[in-house]
Structure formats: C-alpha cells, structure tokens
C-alpha cells in the first residue's frame, strides 16, 4: 500500500537556530508521508515556528494564528502546528488564547513531531506536548535542507546565561553540545553532498564543548572540521563575548577554511548599562577582545547586537552606546528597542523607558550604524574578492547575489550557471549593507582587503 503524501507549510521566525529546526521538521514529516508546499492554500499541515525574543515576535504569533484560523475553516481536515519559543513558553495556555490550534510542540521534543501529529489527525483531538528538557541522548533528526549551497549545523542548544532581558534561557534551556564526532561525520555528508559552506549554530556557539567530557571548545572543532572535511567555508554563530577565548581566534585565524567574521554581540556600550544586564563584562574587556581579533586577522569582519532604551538607561549611557559603535567601527549591527519578556528579572523594573524615546534612540542609533558600515565598506571599492554564489538577487533579477568570506553581501550581474560556486568579484560600490561588482574572468586569486 503506498502512503497517501500530504502537504505541510511551515512558517519560521526567529533566529538561524529556529530556521534550522524547521529544515528538520521537513526531515521528520517526510517519513509519515509529507511533501513541503509554499503555498499555504494547499496545506494539509500548517506549523508555525515561533519565536518569543521580543514582544513584536510573539504578537505576530497570535496575529497569523488568527488568519489561519480561517484558512483552515475552509480546508476541512487540516491541522495546524505550533512549535518554537512561543510553543515552549505558553504550553497549554496557547490553545486557550488560539482556537484552531491542533498541535503544540517545544523546542526540546522536536523529535516527537510526526507521533504528534499522527495523534491529532487520528484522534481529532488537541495534542500539547512540552519537554523541561532535551533528551539524555540527542536524538539524530532527519533534515531536508531549503539551501543546497550553504548548510546550517546545530552544535550546541540552550544557554547558561541569565541576561536580565533575555528569555532565550527560558526557552531552550541550559546547553547541550552534540558530540565532536557527530558533527564531523554531518560536515562530512554536506561536503559530499556538494554544499560548500556550514555555519555552525548555537544560541552560545562559543560555549560550545564547555559540558562534554573531557571539555573542548570551539577551536578544537574548528581544527578537527578543518583537517578531516573538504567543506570550502565554515562560519559560527551566535555567540556570547565572555566565552570567544584566544584559542577561538587563534583556530579562525589558521584554519584555512573558517571565515574571517566574528558576530559578538556587546548589547551596549556602558558599563553601569552591561552591569545590570549581567553580561559580566566591562566595555574595556570588549575593546580588548577586538584589539585580539584585529592583531590575529586583521581584515576581520566584526558584527554585533544592540539593545536600546533598557530600563534606567539616561541618555548619556545611550550615547556612550553610540560612540562605541564609531570607535569599534562595527561592519554591522543589528539594533532593537528593548521589549519586556515574561520570566525575565528586568521587564518587572521601574524606570521603563517610554517607547516614543526608546524608538527615538533606536532611529538615532540606526542612522549611526549605516554611517559606520558604509566606511567600512570603502576599502573594498576596487578590491577583489572570493564570493559564493547564493542565487539571484531579490530585487534585481539580472544579478546575482553572494557572500564575501567576511560575511558582506555582494550583488553582481550575472546568471545561474554561477550558483552555488565561488567567485572571483571586483568590488565597484559600497553601500551600509552591501557591496556591488563585476565578474573577473581572469584566474587571477583574490587579494584579502586591508584598511
Ligand atoms: N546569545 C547571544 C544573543 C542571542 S539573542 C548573546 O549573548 O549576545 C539575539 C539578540 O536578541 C540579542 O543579542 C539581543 O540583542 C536581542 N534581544 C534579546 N532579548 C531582547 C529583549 N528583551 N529586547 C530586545 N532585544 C533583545
Ligand atoms: Fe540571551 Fe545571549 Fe544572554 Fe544567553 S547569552 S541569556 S542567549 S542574550
Ligand atoms: Fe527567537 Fe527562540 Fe531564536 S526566542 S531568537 S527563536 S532562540
């Protein structure tokens, strides 16, 4: 008898580690029969992948849940999943809120996905399953990949950092590193199977190893995944200051296939600010990390997170927040006003800042970030470098679109024969958030930029 296939859509939001959780539910779904479909009209299954980092994530939640609602009112048998931070968080509690929810599923049980849903469509009944922990053995997880360029690889899950505004611990828990020699053997695969990039993923990347016994840290598997894959570039995100050691830089800086990028994210740029976030370090500490990656690789991309408008920030800690973006001279930032989150210390403080002056800041700051990033773009104008090929460019369909080994996007003319392989470009514009250039036809190699 063959298995009748089905048709799911999923919908992700959030971070890598979300995005990479949704190939795997792909993985999982296939073996009892569904096919993936971009249109939601055809959908057997819908699954929202939620993500819970901020306010405006979780209402968006509630706001898809309600149309879908009436999608599914008119596809009779259908059902609709919702997994991710959200899921893990409300539970229960989110049928309440969602009629039309069938299935709830958390961050730690992703494996239990297609037993789930065979329930819900046998019994016609809501199915909430919530694990308090990733199981003793990592599960191994099927995963069809929506890339066949460049792959994510999750390393490590969870967080054992207790950021005042963060909700990430509460979510997904305390960290799990797989072991070294799973994921040497995954890397492996995805070098057979013609990908030519991975980045590795955590919400902690750089604590990886920390809970293995005996302990290695991401240098370690930098080197292994180095000497024994073929894999052209590996990249690694996100990951916490404290924990990007010297060993860390010194592996990027010799493992000949690990990109010259480095996403730390500082938060802010005050100490009185970080104290009372408990990030455990000072802005000295940071600026002394970068005068380390700097002096290992020099032409390092460096990117960061930062959060405006914490409770209690005054303006002058804002704007020491500001100055250090123009001192660091950041490649990239991504910005946020700071939103309260449930089962976090710092939401249930006095000294909210207002939103119109949360917003205010966040725009001022934005304006800054641009500025710097577009400098530090410059020294590409002319410049010549190794780019890989993603695919077309969404805004023009005559060019292609790709990325620098320093992570800088670069936008070219060019067509599909060149998908999927490395480049050399000729850098000819330089805007905040990417480059423009042209193809060289030559075999000359690509020159490293120096500033
Ligand atoms: N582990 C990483 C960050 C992961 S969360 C680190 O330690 O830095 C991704 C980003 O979301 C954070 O860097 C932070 O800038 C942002 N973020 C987290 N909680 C937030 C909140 N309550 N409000 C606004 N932004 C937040
Ligand atoms: Fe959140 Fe990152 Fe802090 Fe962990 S280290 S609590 S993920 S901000
Ligand atoms: Fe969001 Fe969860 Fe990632 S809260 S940022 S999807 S870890």
């Given at each position: 008898m063959s298995i009748q296939t089905k048709a799911v859509y999923i919908?992700?939001?959030?971070?890598?580690?979300?995005?990479?959780?949704s190939e795997h539910m792909f993985g999982l779904l296939e073996e009892i029969g569904y096919q993936s479909t971009s249109d939601i009209q055809l959908a057997d299954l819908m699954i929202l992948n939620t993500c819970a980092i901020r306010q405006g994530a979780e209402d968006k939640v509630f706001s898809y849940l309600g149309q879908w609602h009436r999608l599914k009112k008119s596809r009779p048998g259908s059902l609709i999943a919702v997994g991710g931070c959200v899921a893990q968080d409300y539970g229960e509690q989110l049928i309440k809120q969602s009629p039309g929810v069938d299935i709830v599923f958390g961050t730690h049980n992703l494996h239990r996905l297609p037993e789930l849903v065979l329930k819900a469509g046998q019994t016609g009944k809501v199915v909430v399953e919530i694990a308090q922990q990733l199981p003793e053995d990592l599960p191994e997880i099927p995963v069809i990949r929506q890339n066949s360029v460049s792959a994510w690889v999750s390393i490590i899950y969870g967080c054992n950092y207790n950021c005042t505004y963060c909700i990430v611990p509460y979510v997904r828990g305390r960290e799990r590193s797989r072991t070294l020699e799973s994921i040497v053997q995954e890397v492996k695969e995805l070098d057979q199977q013609g990908f030519i990039e991975v980045t590795l993923l955590g919400q902690n990347v750089t604590a990886y190893g920390n809970d293995l016994s005996p302990s290695i840290h991401l240098g370690n598997l930098l080197e292994s995944l180095g000497a024994q894959t073929d894999i052209k570039r590996l990249r690694f995100l996100t990951g916490h200051p404290r924990d990007l050691t010297i060993p860390i830089i010194e592996a990027v800086a010799k493992v000949p296939q690990a990109c010259e990028n480095f996403h730390i994210p500082i938060q802010a740029g005050d100490d009185r600010t970080l104290r009372r976030m408990a990030r455990g370090y000072k802005v000295d500490t940071y600026r002394q990390l970068v005068e380390q990656i700097r002096a290992y690789i020099p032409d390092a991309a460096i990117t960061t997170d930062l959060?405006?408008?914490?409770?209690?920030?005054?303006?002058?800690?804002?704007?020491?927040?500001?100055s250090l973006v123009e001192e660091i001279s950041f490649d990239g930032c991504n910005t946020a006003a700071y939103s309260p989150r449930s089962h976090t210390p710092s939401a249930n403080w006095d000294q909210q800042v207002p939103e119109e002056l949360k917003h205010e800041r966040l725009r001022f700051l934005n304006s800054v970030v641009n500025d710097v990033a577009k400098k530090r773009n410059q020294p590409y104008l002319g410049k010549k470098v190794e780019i890989l090929v993603e695919g077309y460019s969404a805004r023009n369909n005559t060019h292609l679109t790709g990325r620098t080994r320093t992570n800088k996007i670069v936008n070219f003319p060019g067509t599909n024969e060149l998908i999927g392989k490395l480049v050399s470009i000729t850098i000819t514009g330089a805007n905040p958030w990417s480059l423009i250039g042209t193809q060289q036809h030559s075999e000359d190699s690509c020159e490293l930029i120096s500033n």
């Open positions: 919908e992700t939001f959030g971070c890598q580690m979300n995005k990479s959780d959060i405006v408008g914490f409770p209690g920030e005054t303006d002058q800690e804002f704007m020491n927040t500001v």
